[in-house]
């Protein structure tokens, strides 16, 4: 069954047709699944429409069919109730702000949380007491430095060269900016090191693409001075402050953020043949791991709140053709291949390369874009607020 806009499915479901629409989309449950499903806040509450002789008619408020598809669709990446709900938010769906407030400040609760955990351990192994300032700040550096040392898949990849010395400074800075939300004076040549660290460096300041010139054009040392604003306690406190228009008014930018930068990273490091061509290559996948809107929807909101609206209007609608162009380039694979040779034929050598790289991406599915019915076809949003119209 294809997927419907809200608003286009007027019956009530009763609880047999939610079963049976669970059944096929491939996951299908039991009644005591809905009612787990209910009390987590997943799926709105049935209300009794009237009777049947006099057993009462229970129906659930129209669409809920497609809220449940959606839902089971996240469940396949995660079980954690808040970040379902945040997901089925970001989709449209009817979950209170207040919900989704309550959901992102008990997660990022969690990983402050944990991160006064790892910084207590690594006191305790150095011998010294959590308490004390002094021996905090040694084990924040011993963190520091053990994060720095691992390799393979890690939070942070190494992408180009760095000294050891230098990577270890620059994780430190890190946790102590974006982890731990303290004011630094970091020098220039610090902030210079921490970008080429994330890989944002010197890609990120020298690269073009068309007309437009390379997008990191301040001083390094603005990262380290937004920790102020993106730091985990600030955007703890971002969220228990925020307000219902708030979270609404980050909707659409967050979506834009989750569904269409990775997918332009990855169009953009296919065609110039480098994965990190924008020096964002640790965000290419962030639509893959959902879990990443924990961080992402409080940082648009404390952006917000610092006035920086016309910033992230201007990278919302930079990011909006991306989904059609990705379509294009899926459109591509469909092109008979003599059709599609002839047509290449034409264009310069450099310009075949790149074509040729798309369409190896689009057959390898780094193009799919959200693929669940529950990303409501057709949605149409207020662009003030990212709230369905």
């Given at each position: 069954?294809?997927?419907?806009?809200?608003g286009?499915?007027?019956?009530?479901?009763?609880?047999a047709?939610?079963?049976?629409?669970?059944?096929?989309?491939?996951s299908?449950?039991t009644?005591r699944m809905?009612?787990?499903?209910?009390a987590?806040?997943?799926i709105?509450?049935?209300?009794?429409a009237g009777?049947?002789?006099?057993?009462?008619?229970?129906?659930?408020?129209?669409?809920t069919?497609?809220?449940?598809?959606?839902?089971?669709?996240?469940?396949?990446?995660?079980?954690?109730?808040?970040?379902?709900?945040v997901?089925?938010?970001?989709?449209?769906f009817?979950?209170?702000p207040s919900a989704?407030?309550?959901?992102?400040?008990?997660?990022?609760?969690?990983?402050?949380?944990?991160?006064?955990?790892?910084?207590?351990?690594?006191?305790?192994?150095?011998?010294?007491?959590?308490?004390?300032?002094?021996?905090?700040?040694?084990?924040?550096?011993?963190l520091?430095?053990?994060?720095?040392?691992?390799?393979?898949?890690?939070?942070?990849?190494?992408?180009?060269?760095?000294?050891?010395?230098?990577?270890?400074?620059?994780?430190?800075?890190?946790?102590?900016t974006?982890?731990?939300?303290?004011?630094l004076?970091?020098?220039?040549?610090?902030?210079?090191?921490v970008e080429?660290?994330?890989?944002?460096?010197?890609?990120?300041?020298?690269?073009?693409?068309?007309?437009?010139?390379p997008?990191?054009?301040?001083?390094a040392?603005?990262?380290?001075d937004?920790?102020?604003?993106?730091?985990?306690?600030?955007?703890?406190?971002a969220?228990?402050?925020a307000?219902?228009?708030?979270?609404?008014?980050?909707?659409q930018?967050v979506a834009?953020?989750?569904r269409?930068?990775?997918?332009?990273?990855?169009?953009?490091?296919?065609?110039?043949?480098?994965?990190?061509?924008?020096?964002?290559?640790?965000?290419?996948?962030?639509?893959?791991?959902?879990?990443?809107?924990?961080?992402?929807?409080?940082?648009v909101?404390?952006?917000?709140?610092?006035?920086?609206?016309?910033?992230?209007?201007?990278?919302?609608?930079?990011?909006?053709?991306?989904?059609?162009l990705?379509?294009?380039a899926?459109?591509?694979?469909d092109?008979?291949?003599?059709?599609?040779?002839?047509?290449?034929?034409?264009?310069?050598?450099?310009?075949?390369?790149?074509?040729?790289?798309?369409?190896?991406?689009?057959?390898?599915?780094?193009?799919?874009?959200?693929?669940?019915?529950?990303?409501?076809?057709?949605?149409?949003?207020?662009?003030?607020?990212?709230s369905?119209?």
């Amino acid at each position: 069954m294809p997927p419907q806009a809200p608003g286009a499915q007027t019956a009530e479901p009763d609880t047999a047709a939610l079963l049976q629409a669970a059944a096929q989309a491939g996951s299908p449950i039991t009644g005591r699944m809905l009612e787990t499903f209910r009390a987590d806040g997943l799926i709105p509450h049935p209300h009794r429409a009237g009777y049947r002789g006099r057993a009462p008619v229970w129906r659930y408020p129209s669409g809920t069919e497609l809220q449940l598809v959606a839902l089971l669709r996240w469940r396949r990446r995660s079980k954690d109730p808040d970040l379902l709900k945040v997901l089925l938010w970001l989709d449209g769906f009817a979950i209170a702000p207040s919900a989704v407030r309550t959901a992102l400040a008990h997660q990022l609760q969690i990983m402050a949380d944990a991160m006064e955990r790892e910084i207590s351990q690594h006191a305790r192994r150095l011998g010294l007491d959590p308490a004390d300032g002094t021996a905090r700040s040694r084990a924040i550096d011993a963190l520091g430095q053990t994060i720095a040392a691992k390799r393979g898949t890690t939070p942070l990849p190494r992408r180009s060269r760095v000294a050891a010395q230098d990577r270890d400074r620059a994780v430190t800075l890190m946790i102590r900016t974006f982890g731990l939300g303290e004011t630094l004076h970091g020098t220039a040549e610090d902030a210079a090191v921490v970008e080429r660290v994330l890989g944002l460096a010197p890609n990120g300041r020298r690269n073009t693409i068309a007309d437009t010139g390379p997008w990191m054009t301040g001083p390094a040392e603005d990262l380290l001075d937004a920790a102020g604003i993106v730091g985990l306690p600030h955007l703890l406190a971002a969220v228990n402050d925020a307000s219902d228009a708030d979270l609404m008014a980050a909707r659409q930018t967050v979506a834009a953020l989750f569904r269409h930068l990775p997918l332009m990273i990855r169009m953009l490091g296919a065609m110039f043949g480098d994965d990190n061509y924008t020096g964002l290559a640790g965000m290419r996948q962030i639509d893959q791991h959902p879990e990443s809107l924990t961080y992402i929807v409080p940082l648009v909101i404390a952006m917000l709140k610092a006035g920086w609206k016309e910033n992230l209007d201007a990278v919302t609608a930079a990011l909006s053709p991306f989904p059609d162009l990705a379509e294009r380039a899926q459109h591509l694979l469909d092109l008979p291949s003599a059709t599609l040779t002839a047509n290449l034929a034409e264009q310069p050598t450099v310009a075949r390369e790149r074509v040729q790289r798309i369409i190896d991406a689009a057959i390898e599915g780094q193009f799919d874009t959200y693929p669940v019915a529950s990303r409501h076809e057709g949605l149409n949003t207020d662009p003030a607020q990212g709230s369905p119209s």
